[in-house]
């Protein structure tokens, strides 16, 4: 039986693809071991009336979502724990246009680094006033807003002591599909950057940069919460990275 991967083997792996060039973060990136089982492996199938896949697509209406969707703090009857913040950007397009009236969901782990998932067992608190979903509507500005608390990085056993950065997935749905986006926002200065192979896996720099928000001291509510900015774009050379490649 061989040894079982430790970081300095991964770290190893990541500097060896560190600065290759594509469209995309390779679909078998091998540092992040369930690429290789899961990534696909047929060509990709070519769709011959792109406005026929809108008709089969997911909907929602304004009446889904509520002005309280977006503060995942009050979803209970108690305060949840941990450091309180605000997340706020704009959701945009290749020409710097407003997506307006858009869906934006997201989801993340606790204060303490754990999902309220059946499946995510690991020895870390849940928090009974914090379930980690919410979602808005972007307005005629392409602004969105969130009021949240700031998740634990959490271990995910790629490897021997794997850990995540802390982060919140998000999800869009843009104006069309192929605007359709999930993708992950960072924080900025986590240490774990260097060692975790999802992030690594985009290869590009300036791409994994523009996945970190930033830390805006104006942003932040006196006695209440700090504020973070990320603006995503959905389309163009300057895109927000998907989790599946643009």
């Not at 500097?15 to 390779?26: N, S, V, Y």
């Not at 008709?55 to 977006?70: K, Q």
């Not at 979903?133 to 005629?140: A, H, I, K, N, S």
């Amino acid at each position: 039986m061989s040894e079982p991967l430790k970081q300095a083997d991964i770290d190893q792996e990541i500097a060896a693809r560190a600065g290759e060039q594509g469209d995309h973060p390779a679909r078998d990136y091998a540092p992040y071991r369930s690429t290789l089982l899961r990534h696909p492996v047929q060509p990709l199938v070519a769709i011959k009336d792109p406005e026929a896949a809108e008709l089969a697509g997911p909907v929602f209406g304004v009446s889904d979502v509520t002005p309280f969707d977006n503060d995942l703090t009050k979803q209970h009857l108690g305060e949840p724990l941990g450091e309180r913040i605000t997340v706020r950007g704009r959701v945009l397009d290749r020409q710097g246009r407003p997506v307006r009236g858009q869906l934006v969901e997201v989801w993340q782990a606790n204060s303490s680094g754990r999902y309220l998932h059946q499946r995510d067992d690991h020895p870390a608190p849940l928090d009974p006033n914090f379930s980690g979903v919410g979602r808005c509507l972007t307005d005629d500005d392409g602004n969105y807003l969130f009021t949240t608390i700031k998740p634990g990085p959490y271990p995910w056993r790629n490897h021997v002591n794997a850990w995540r950065p802390a982060h919140i997935h998000f999800s869009l749905f843009g104006t069309s599909f192929t605007q359709r986006l999930v993708t992950q926002m960072y924080f900025p200065g986590d240490p774990l950057f260097p060692y975790d192979p999802i992030m690594q896996s985009v290869t590009d720099e300036r791409a994994r940069q523009r996945l970190v928000a930033d830390y805006v001291h104006d942003l932040s509510e006196p006695e209440f919460s700090l504020g973070y900015r990320w603006d995503i774009v959905l389309d163009g050379p300057t895109a927000t990275w998907m989790e599946e490649g643009r």
